[in-house]
């Protein structure tokens, strides 16, 4: 773990599976100051080859975490604005307003965030558009592409 700077963002992978993901998003958080949050169960052992070989030579710079359970990253995260991304939100990901400090919460590769999941959490659901010919984005272009929408909306958080 790196810095010990307010994260401009914080990005939560709830049940991640694939360890190449999750290196190319803790990269992108390098590039954006955004700590990334792991909740457990993952899909493959944090001291996975695939998983630093992602994050190439970043990932001694990323401030990240690992929780047992949603109920552990909630009570670290208390007070702060969560926004859920999943493809059953009506809702579109760039019309939302993003501060510094922001949780977005991404599912996993194969389910995404489940619909129990989602009715517990229903306010702040946004959804990426795609065609109908694809279920969804890639895990790591989906975090980019939310992560760098809130950055715009921020000045890039004053970014080089």
């Known amino acids: 773990m790196a810095e010990t700077t307010e994260p401009t963002l914080h990005i939560v992978l709830h049940q991640p599976e694939i360890p190449q993901n999750t290196g190319n998003i803790g990269r992108t958080c390098v590039a954006l100051g955004a700590k990334l949050w792991l909740v457990r169960p993952l899909g493959f052992r944090l001291d996975e080859t695939h998983l630093r070989r992602a994050g190439l030579d970043y990932w001694d710079h990323l401030d990240w975490e690992c929780t047992d359970n949603w109920d552990s990253l909630t009570e670290r995260l208390v007070g702060r604005r969560f926004w859920f991304f999943t493809r059953r939100a009506t809702d579109y990901y760039a019309d939302a307003t993003y501060t510094s ?43 980019a592409l939310v992560a760098y929408e809130a950055a715009r909306q921020n000045g890039f958080f004053k970014l080089a």
């Open 101 to 143: 400090g922001n949780v977005l919460v991404f599912g996993n590769e194969s389910q995404g965030l489940s619909t129990g999941f989602l009715a517990k959490h229903s306010f702040g659901n946004l959804r990426i558009p795609t065609s109908s010919l694809v279920r969804s984005l890639n895990l790591s272009n989906a975090v």
